[in-house]
Structure formats: C-alpha cells, structure tokens
C-alpha cells in the first residue's frame, strides 16, 4: 500500500495515510503543486508556519525501472513568491518508494532558536531526533560523512549546505546518489531555506529492512521493464550520445543557435566553447583516467548514464556531475572557459547548498556590475565559498541573480519571475523564451524546453504552441516521477501506464494521466495568481525585449496577448 | 501661464506645454500618478528606459502661502514595484512655481557609462550640462556646496547621493532648504535610483530673474493669504505644539498607545522613550543653543515651522531636521535610545542620500538576524555611512528592510509591498495598518495615517473605514500641495480652492478637487494591477497577524474581505 506521511514541524504529530483512487497515478510534480493549491495560502510567508515543504515521487519509485526514481520537491519558493517544484536523480525516491511511501509533507514551523532536526525513516518508522551539533555550519560532502558514519551505508539522505542553513533565497536540497555523493540538487526557487525553516538538516531514509514488493502483475511489469530497457538500448540518443556526453552535449547545439549565455547573456556565442563542450569534458575525463568517469548513474535502476564524475589532472574526482546548465551558467555566462575552474566551481556551489544556476548568473551580475572581470574564476569561488562564514557578498550572491541585480542597481539582470535563466538564451531559443515567461516555475528550462525541436528557433511564429506542448510533456514526466532523458527513447507514455497498472492492479490510461497532469499546470498559474503573480508576471527580463542578441540575431518579441493561447490569460 | 517641461534624457529633446483645463486644479501627487498610469507601462522595468520620473508642484507654489509648497517626486518605485510618490518641503517646488512650472517629466535613458548631468532651469530656459567631475561619490551636504558655489545662493536644488549614484533602492532625491541644507528628502521607494538612472545628478532651479507674477485677483488671494496665516495663528497644534517639537510631538503619543517601533517591531513601547521624545528633543535644542534651532521653517512662507535643528554639545548644528520617524526608525526601533547618536545616524543617511525609515527598519533586521546587538549605535552608523565606498553590507541595508531581510533569511520584516512600515505599529494603530496594506504606496504613513483620531487604536471596528478617509485626504492635500501639518489649522479646503481661483482667475470649486483626487487614486491603484501588484499584495508582513504587540495587545486581524470597503476588490 502508498502512503503519504504528513509531519508538523511545530507539533511533532506524524500522520500517515493510504493513497487511494487517482493519487495513484500520479506523484512528483503533479502531487506536490496540487497539495500546494489546496493547503497552503497562496500569500504566506515562504519561510513561515504556512508554508509546506513536500517530498514527492512517481508511480515507479521504488522500481528498477530505468530513470523512474526521480524525486520531486515542491513548496511555495522564497525566491519567486509563486509555486515551485524542483526534481532531481540520487536514492532517496528509490529508497521511499520502496518503504511505500508516495510524499512526505512538513508542515507548520518550529519556535525560532529550537535545535536542528534529522528527520529520519525507515521501515519501523518515522523519527524526529536532534541533529548532530557538527553537522551545523559544514558543507554538505562533511555532512553526509557524518550521516553515513551515524546512519549506515544504506541510508539515503537529502540535506541542506550552509546556504540552506542561512535560508538563502537559491539554497537548494540535495540528495545522495547511489555512490553516496550528496550532490543530486533539488537546486532552484530556494527549496532548501524552506526546508530549513521547518528545522530540518537532513532526512535519512533507510529501506534495509522493507519488505519486498509483490506486484499485482509481476509478468507484465518485467516485461514492460524490459521494453523500456530495450527502448533505451535501441535510442542513439540515449545510448550514445547522453551516456557518454551527458547534458553537456547540448553546449555545441546552444553555442552554434548563439544561445549560450555568455558574460551575463551578452552574447550566444563563446570562443571558447571547444575547452568546454561535451567533447572536451568527454575528452578530459577518458584522458585523466583515475576516479573519472563519463558514464555514471545518478539513481538505482538507470541504464542510460547521462551523469559523470569529473576528475582533476590527478585523477581524483573534483565534482560529480558537471552538467550542461552548471557549464553554462558558472562557466561561459561568466566569461570562464576553463572545465576545471568550473568544476571546482560547481563543486563549492554543491559543497555550500546553493542553485549553481542562479548563482552563476549572480556572479555575471556582480562582474557586469564591476565587482571583478568576466572571467576572474578566482573571485566567483571565493564568493561562493564565503557563504560558509556568511560573508555578506556572498549571500547576496547565494541570493540569487533577481538579488544581486537589485543590490547592484543594474538593469541587465537575466530572470523571470525573480529566478534566473538556464543556459538557453529566450531571444535565440524563443520556445524556451515562452516557457520562461509563462511558466508558473519562472525562468526553469526544465519546465518546457523547446531546444532540441527542428524549428527557426529565433522565429517568432509557432513558439507559444511548442512551449505549450513542451510544458504539458514535461509535467506529465515530472510527475510520473521520469526522468526529462527518458523521453528520448519512450515516446508512447502509455508503456509507463501499463508499469504503473501492473504494479498496482490499476487500470488508468494515459488520457487519465494527461488529464491529471493539466489540471496540476492549472494548479500551478492558480496558486500563483492568489500568490499575486497573475498575467503581469508572465514576461522576461526588460532588456531582452530591447537587446538583440547579436549571434543569434534574435530578439525577445513576445507580447501579453501572444500568450494567452498558452495561458488562457488566466 | 503654468507649464509642463518634458526632457527626454536619451535625445535631449526638450518640450514645453501648457497646463489647461482641469490640470490647472490639481498638481503634486495626482500628478504625478495621473502621468505615470497614462504614459508608463506598468510592468516596465523602473530603472530602464520606459520608467518617467515625474516633479509636480501644486498649484499654489511659488506663492507665499503657507505650507503650500511641496515637491512631489513621483515614478514606478524600484523598491516596491508600483506607482510611487513621495513629497517633501524644500525650496524647489517655490521656485519651479515662480517660473511658471508645474511639473517637469523626465523620459529615456541615457547611454550607459554617459556623463552625469545636471539639469538646469531658470527664467531663461532649460539645460542639460555635464556635472562637475568631483561631484560624483560625494554625499550630499558636499555635493550642495560645489553646486552652490557654482549656480550662486539663489538656486535650489534637488539632487542624490551616492546611494542614488549607486541606484540603490531606497536611495530618496533631497531638496535644499531656505538656507540650502539639502535634507528635505523624497526619501521613500528609491526615486533617487530612478534619477540616478536618467543619468541627472542633480536639478538645479534659479528664479531669480522670475516675473512677478500677476494673481488674477490680487485682493482675493491677499484676503485668503492671511486667512491661513489667522487659522495657523490660532489653531494650538500649528501655532504651539508643531512650532516647539515639530513631528516629534508624536512619539509620547506613540509611545503611550505601545504603537513606537522598538526593537524590530517586538514591542510598542520604548523603555527610553523619555530620553528622545518631543520634550527630550526640545529641551536639548533650547538648552545647547548655538545653532539649535527648534522652530525651523523648511520652505518659504510657512509660518508652522515644524522643522527643527539639532545641535551638538558644543552647539554646532548637527541635522536639520531631526524628524518623529526617524527618531522612531534609526532609534527606538534599533534600541537606541540616545539623540545625539540619532542625530549622526539621520546625518549619515542624509548624506549618502537614503531614506531613514527603510534604512533604520533595515538596521534593525540586520540586528535580530545577528549582526550587531540592539542599540549598536557605532555599527548602524558603519553601515550606513559604507555606502559611500560600495560596501556590501551598507548596499544591502540601504536597499532596505525587505531585501535585507531576504538576504539574512528572516522572517520578521516589517514591510507592506516591499517597503518598511514607519513608525506606527499596524497593530497598534490599525487604520494606518490598514493604510499600509491597502496603499498603493506600500507601508507608507503619509499616504493615511489615523493615529490622531480619537477611537480607540488597537479595535478593528470602523478602522477601513477610518483609512479610506484618510487617504482621500491626504491626497488632496498632496495634490494641493499642501503640507500635512496644515491640516491641522485648516479644516475646510474651500480655502485653498478660492486661493486658486483667486490665483488663476478659474472657478473651481471643492467637490471637483475631491473628484479628481479619487480618481488619482484609482488611477494609483490601477498603475499597480497593471504592475503586478493586485488585490493579493494588500497585507502586512505575516508576522503581524501572528505576534500580538506585548504592549498594546494588538493584533493584525483584517482579512482581504474586510478591505473591500476600501479597495472596491480593485
């Protein structure tokens, strides 16, 4: 049987009940934004008692089939104002799902001043116990030593760095992956000061002791499992290209589209994109031997291995993984073309608890504004790693690109509704530049990228309707707990229904599953316009509107009306 | 002829138009509002080039009537977000009116990395001029001396410091006074930013070769000239209480309803409250003499004389003036209960040019989070006076209470749209609590205050009521142009309406004026839907509606519902 288990933070009461009807069908994104909705008020404070944080997982969780153990985490984010869900790959959805457990939901909020809680669960229970003092202040890499030394091997854990501790607006929840590296980000919106707010450092979870799982159709669930395994085998793009470039075979796509960001989204085009694309961290990795490795999986059961372990010149890893959005952002939008400043780069921003995402983009703020030259590796990693002292640029940086532009007074300041961009510039990649504008998560490239489409991509003309289409596959994803690389290779959901129905005995389709998961984009814009992020909100940065990229030659062209085919205008 | 003089800062285009019809009643702040909802698109960003920042007189300034020359400043707000306007005293508004000005509208942006300019007004035109090199980075006390050494004694001056250099966003535009000290700020919502950001670092206005003017009935307007003059005269709290302890008279009254800010807002009522009170204030202006002055007049023609001068020991004019809100921001909220030390403190703000009352709201957020204790008075001064130099910690604090409070990951921040309450507790004192939130200015006292009405403060009964009256009071006076403190002597507007008519041979009369002034706060509100700032801004920060005030057992209990009264759900 699923569960839910709901805790107030405040009370310390646990509850835990079946999930029963439709909740089976869907979890991850489309559970998280639909409690969201209906149980917190849209205009609370993110860091206050009526704010909720909410694990969440996918129909599969707990599964070996590939890429379907991708926890979500959803609340309503400091950093935006509005609804967030941010997902990631590591154990802890594996290891949920297995204990049976489709969400777990903190509620309420601890007295100010109270000791930080472990919220710890496995299959005897839930427990909330005092956290080790040590483990307040350190980054999370000595965290999940800690954890693992006092939990054991077998434990999956999700843990905030520093920045979460200091409830930084871009803190994010990370969790462990198979090899217990604690760097699989929940990274954006801020989701780690909330959980922060609840008190809790880290959640262990271990599923040593659950019980095996009998499926309602064992037969057919191996079959399907080896369907999709088949699928994955047969799909170049999977099989290929993600398992030995990763994300990071995007860079060239980006770069020769003129939508890298570059020096604070400046230009789409970086001369020195050939020291950083999929090939030279490819390249790099297979040289440098040692602890590297281009083909890594990040959750239990993945059989395509976009993820890596990137290795210095010694051969010892310096940062796992070095992914395509980390590059972009930390490396070209920061004029810094070096894969091994990036990586140690990537490495702090994982180590601190921060979105490597928006802090890159804070960082080319801070440059643009004077603060160092594009380029200066050494100043964005002392500014990131200064948030474990709690130096005051480095929490304006931990803040985010929306803060950092604020403090700064600058104009040219890459976000959509107070988040930052991905590495896809909205003017040369225009689907994405919709889904930016329009999408309840703001400026999150994993809300409906339109990249990958063989389309005029600085053309206008169609790009509202490919956002469309790309925001409800990607909430249907999300919240079948998919990995977005799966897509790749199973284009016919209904295979992932007929897995679900053989695990459960149900009988939903994939229209149900469609359904359901347009109804949770509706929950979305409705929690945000009570949230007060309504239509006006729906628009990029001002100097995309004036500014024309100039290696794309794109500019962002879009008006509220163009919209409201996607919106509804609601 | 009244005019209005448009510049675009961009082309350097200058156009000049005169004021007809219904424009010729009302100036100041329906102004200004009326211009920015008309001609400026709301969701634009405020320091780009669509944002205008607008300079409106009323249409009796440039006479000697008393109280009637006030400066509105008004654009979209970089701290808020919304339609902004704020006014002060000073001499400008005198001498724009005796150059026939009504309002002056800058428009564009310069290039990036353009030269300062100044611009500069007189009888025989309009010119933007580079400003001198050495203005740039100083404060605005040295700032003024170099522009009157080079304009002469007879100009006035508007300008910014170097937190408006730096476009912070709670960087204010001041006006020199009488005796060209330039402390009379436009301090709320970052209008120095917007400046800043028109690439103007100051105005400067010379009437000295003004025409005299020709009142269209001399006699008339001599007749209601000495009419105010005779109501000041007899009314106690013009011609006694404002003359001896200016607005400071406040703070017992605050203090005794347990609605003075006092240590991030945790209580009402100041242990010290004694030590710099309205009495405490005047007693060391009368005792120290010297520069002292405890009845000082910020404009010409006023004949209340509410500001003051504040002297040191050895009798050196420290601030002028030194005001109840910021005695009540930079001190008792900070839990510092010495007036010389906010006398520098008031000093400093003036000087690198941001608003005491978001700034002391922010010191005292950065005190709970830690960073100093309460009553620090040494760190405070640090903090504000680092903004000359670009210190992080001192950009953070004068970008005010909200962003400070992200940045430090707090909870209570009290602020309303972004922008930090005064120094009233909403709870404490619930029509201006309603004000605060249902304001399009944001926590703004001067847009609705109630605290002088004799109801009982801490009952929720009839107080959305009470503020709805309020501000449409205060927006005519604001239109009017009309200082707050004349209120109090004069009662019937039909007053100020003859004088008007005397002034511009018109006919208008008093129900026309309180039409208009509705429709400029439709025209307000309406500027802030558009903005994004709908119906769901309308609250206060959450903390209010959960901690009762210790001292007034107060709390915040309005419901979105209960503002419909005022808001009509607009």
Redesign the interface.
């Known amino acids: 049987m699923q569960r839910i288990l709901r805790i107030n933070t405040a009370t310390r009461e646990i509850v835990d009940t079946p999930v029963a009807g439709d909740q089976l069908l869907l979890g991850g994104r489309a559970m998280t934004s639909g409690f969201l909705l209906r149980e917190v008020p ?4 993110p ?4 704010n909720k944080i909410i694990f969440a997982v996918g129909p599969l969780a707990g599964t070996l089939v590939s890429s379907a153990n991708r926890l979500s985490v959803g609340a309503k984010s ?1 950093l935006t104002g509005g609804i967030k869900e941010s997902n990631a790959g590591g154990m802890l959805a594996y290891k949920l799902g297995r204990l049976g457990l489709r969400a777990v939901i903190l509620e309420g909020r601890p007295a100010e001043g109270d000791a930080w809680q472990i919220l710890h669960i496995d299959a005897r229970g839930v427990r909330l116990t005092h956290a080790p003092p040590e483990l307040a202040g350190v980054g999370v890499y000595e965290k999940s030593r800690v954890l693992f030394a006092k939990y054991g091997a077998r434990a999956g854990l999700a843990l905030i760095g520093p920045a979460g501790e ?4 871009c803190a994010g929840v990370t969790c462990t992956d198979p090899e217990g590296i604690p760097s699989r980000y929940s990274g954006r919106g801020g989701l780690g ?1 909330v959980l ?2 609840k008190g809790i450092m880290a959640v262990v979870v271990d599923d040593s002791a659950a019980p095996k799982e009998k499926m309602a159709d064992q037969a057919a669930f191996a079959a399907g499992l080896r369907q999709v395994a088949a699928l994955i085998a047969a799909t170049p793009q999977t099989s290929e290209v993600y398992r030995k470039f990763g994300t990071s075979a995007m860079l060239s796509t980006t770069n020769a589209l003129g939508a890298l960001p570059v020096r604070n989204f400046s230009r789409g085009t970086f001369e020195k994109a050939g020291s950083i694309d999929g090939s030279a961290l490819y390249n790099a990795i297979i040289e440098r031997g040692g602890e590297g490795n281009p083909s890594h999986g990040c959750m239990r059961g993945c059989l395509i291995k976009c993820s890596n372990i990137f290795p210095g010149k010694d051969g010892k890893a310096v940062v796992s993984p070095l992914e395509y959005e980390s590059i972009g952002l930390l490396g070209s939008n920061c004029g810094i073309g070096d894969l091994d400043a990036i990586a140690r780069l990537n490495h702090a921003c994982n180590d601190m608890g921060v979105d490597t995402i928006d802090t890159g983009a804070a960082i080319a703020v801070a440059m643009e504004a004077g603060l160092a030259p594009f380029g200066d590796a050494e100043f964005a990693e002392k500014a990131v790693k200064g948030i474990i002292s709690g130096e ?2 480095s ?2 940086i931990g ?1 985010g690109a929306e ?1 950092t532009g ?6 040219r300041v890459p976000t959509a509704k107070g988040q930052s961009m991905a590495a896809y510039d909205p003017r040369s990649v225009k689907g994405t530049g919709v889904t930016y504008a329009t999408s309840a998560m703001g400026a999150d490239h994993t809300a409906g990228n339109t990249t990958r489409l063989q389309v005029k991509q600085t053309e206008k003309q169609g790009q509202v309707g490919n956002a469309k289409k790309a925001q409800a596959g990607i909430m249907l994803l999300d919240s079948l707990g998919l990995c977005i690389m799966l897509g790749a290779a199973v284009k016919d959901m209904s295979l992932i229904i007929g897995l679900v129905n053989a695990r459960f005995g149900t009988s939903f389709t994939l229209a149900e599953a469609e359904t359901l998961a347009a109804r949770a984009l509706d929950d979305e814009r409705s929690f945000n ?6 239509p ?2 729906d ?1 990029v ?3 995309f509107y ?1 500014e024309k990229n100039p290696d794309s030659g794109g500019i962002y062209d879009f008006t509220p009306e163009d919209f409201l085919e996607l919106t509804g205008g609601r």
């Open positions: 849209a205009a609370c404070h860091l206050g008692p009526f400091p200091q409830r930084l607006l000061a922060a707010s005051i640029l929490r304006v803040s803060m604020k403090i700064l007074g600058q104009y316009r009570k949230a007060g992020l309504g006006p909100s628009r940065a001002e100097f004036l």
